[in-house]
């Protein structure tokens, strides 16, 4: 395997990714579909989730076309180096993940149907690739904010998993950890598809449907 492509399919440990930077990148003050901030502070009350699920810019469009998300970001995260730049993680020496912010409000959206829109819309048994993307960015991922959410995400990746095998499908390679932190995106990446409606997309689904859904309702104000 060419040293490159295995580069690509490995994480990097602590003293092989690069160093990054201290200062964050810059990024528009709102979203440009849903017109939120895409930077704290949001709405009291409102929860929040993350998401690795292959190429960022299909991914965030899925997200920001739920009713009852407020916005959404597109950044890196679960890697070593320190707010790095878009060409830094396709190199596959940061460790990160393309991952997409959602900020939701809890009380119209319940976080089983943002798992379920997480399931359907990608292939989470190919472990460090989304189709033709490979890469450890591309790999599928949920990132919790909180032990409710890492029930859910274990108990939907459980369920989900036997309907993928009785589809014919491998083994689900997602991984489920506590909410790491999140590096914005380079500002031309934010909604992408938003401002290039023919721009790329390689999300694709299985096809196997999710039950979970509306029973989940991790975040749920009293």
């Known amino acids: 395997m060419p040293f490159t492509l295995h580069r690509k399919l490995a994480l990097p440990g602590p003293g092989e990714a690069l160093p990054g930077r201290a200062t964050a990148l810059t990024v528009p003050a709102r979203h440009l579909v849903l017109g939120g901030p895409l930077q704290p502070p949001f709405p009291v009350g409102y929860a929040q989730a993350m998401f690795g699920m292959g190429c960022f810019w299909g991914a965030e469009r899925k997200f920001w076309q739920a009713d009852g998300v407020f916005?959404?970001?597109?950044?890196?995260?679960?890697?070593?180096?320190?707010?790095?730049?878009?060409?830094?993680?396709?190199?596959?020496?940061?460790?990160?993940?393309?991952?997409?912010?959602?900020?939701?409000?809890?009380?119209?959206?319940?976080?089983?149907?943002?798992?379920?829109?997480?399931?359907?819309?990608?292939?989470?048994?190919?472990?460090?690739?989304?189709?033709?993307?490979?890469?450890?960015?591309?790999?599928?991922?949920?990132?919790?904010?909180?032990?409710?959410?890492?029930?859910?995400?274990?108990?939907?990746?459980?369920?989900?998993?036997?309907?993928?095998?009785?589809?014919?499908?491998?083994?689900?390679?997602?991984?489920?950890?506590?909410?790491?932190?999140?590096?914005?995106?380079?500002?031309?990446?934010?909604?992408?598809?938003?401002r290039n409606p023919n721009g790329y997309c390689g999300l694709g689904g299985t096809g196997v449907a999710c039950q979970v859904g509306a029973d989940m309702r991790v975040g749920q104000r009293d």
């Open 71 to 194: 916005t959404t970001a597109v950044g890196y995260a679960a890697g070593l180096t320190p707010n790095p730049t878009y060409e830094e993680v396709c190199s596959g020496m940061t460790g990160h993940n393309e991952v997409v912010l959602v900020v939701f409000d809890p009380a119209r959206i319940v976080y089983g149907s943002l798992l379920r829109i997480f399931w359907e819309n990608h292939d989470p048994t190919q472990g460090m690739r989304q189709g033709n993307d490979i890469g450890t960015q591309y790999r599928s991922g949920i990132y919790c904010a909180d032990a409710d959410q890492i029930r859910a995400a274990t108990a939907s990746r459980d369920a989900f998993a036997v309907a993928l095998r009785d589809a014919g499908y491998g083994a689900v390679t997602t991984e489920i950890l506590t909410m790491p932190a999140f590096y914005y995106a380079e500002a031309y990446h934010q909604q992408y598809l938003a």
